[in-house]
């Protein structure tokens, strides 16, 4: 790792792949900050967001992703798939996340979409401590070889591994010179207001699992930060159908509740603040395909 004796470097990192490989874990491993939620749910992440790490000799930018989606024709898809091609404009290194399970026609169509940029691009093959059979990695890495001149291919657990030891020092290297792009405090693009809604997103996807629709969404609606101490956010959690207000809402306002305790606790750890949070459950039919709607929460550039 520069220690700050040498010239100091900045750049961007693009961390891309398929959904649920493990690029938001990477992300904040990498910035040893919380910028990303995580779940066990594909396609998570909706939106590109930046994780600054600064060190003495180096500033490095990560660009966490989302997955690209195949064979959704919704206009929030398409979105969602430009946002991710964008990501991969204009940076110095891609790090393209598979896992131990190989290559997919899907996978490959992604990478294609990754190498037509021309930046160097690196392989990881995450989620490795959890395959028992070790040999099976040489195959993969073989093939892997063979699909694209990768400048490195990488097994690691984005979860596990001491990334600042075995990683980091690899990817600085990779850098150009440079004087560091943003405050060497700043850990994110994100404010406040846009994290303060993924918590809430991430504690549905954790309390719900796959019984929450994949058409949902959180918007807020206040977020009143005036106070230094005390903050009173509201948002709206949008569904596309009424039974799917059920769901979050739960039997007397439980499932409802817990998201709100949990979303809150998340957001006084974070923001070091106490949190008044209320939250309401809407349905609007469509929601996905609304313009109107994409730009309200934040989905597009308009």
């Known amino acids: 790792m520069n220690d700050g004796i040498g010239p100091h470097r900045f750049g961007y990192i693009t961390v891309s792949g398929p959904p649920n490989s493990g690029k938001s874990t990477l992300v904040n491993r990498l910035t ?70 190989g290559w997919t026609p899907d996978l490959k169509r992604t990478l294609r979409v990754v190498t037509v940029q021309r930046v160097p691009v690196i392989l990881l093959i995450n989620k490795v401590d959890t395959l028992r059979d070790k040999p099976r990695l040489l195959p993969l890495i073989q093939e892997s070889d063979r699909l694209h001149d990768f400048r490195a291919i990488i097994p690691l657990s984005a979860l596990k591994d001491d990334l600042d030891r075995t990683l980091l020092p ?84 439980q499932v409802l509740k817990a998201i709100g305790q949990r979303a809150r606790k998340a957001m006084e750890d974070q923001f070091g603040v106490r949190v008044r949070l209320d939250l309401w459950v809407k349905r609007r039919q469509g929601w996905g395909d609304s313009m109107s709607m994409l730009r309200s929460l934040g989905y597009t550039d308009d």
């Open 32 to 101: 040893g900050s919380k910028v990303s939620i995580v779940s066990r749910r594909p396609q998570t992440t909706r939106h590109r967001i930046m994780g600054i790490r600064t060190l003495p000799g180096a500033q490095i930018v990560f660009v966490d992703t989302p997955g690209l989606h195949f064979g959704q024709q919704k206009n929030l898809n398409r979105q969602i798939n430009r946002t991710a091609r964008a990501s991969l404009e204009g940076v110095d290194l891609v790090l393209f996340m598979i896992d131990h399970r």
């Open 170 to 253: 690899d990817l600085i290297r990779q850098l150009p010179e440079g004087a560091c792009g943003f405050p060497a405090e700043q850990v994110s693009d994100r404010g406040p207001r846009f994290r303060a809604a993924e918590l809430v997103r991430e504690q549905t996807f954790a309390l719900l699992g796959d019984e929450l629709p994949y058409e949902s969404a959180v918007e807020v609606t206040r977020f009143d930060d005036k106070a230094p101490d005390h903050w009173e956010i509201e948002m709206t959690i949008w569904v596309e159908r009424e039974g799917q207000k059920g769901i979050v809402i739960g039997k007397n306002g």
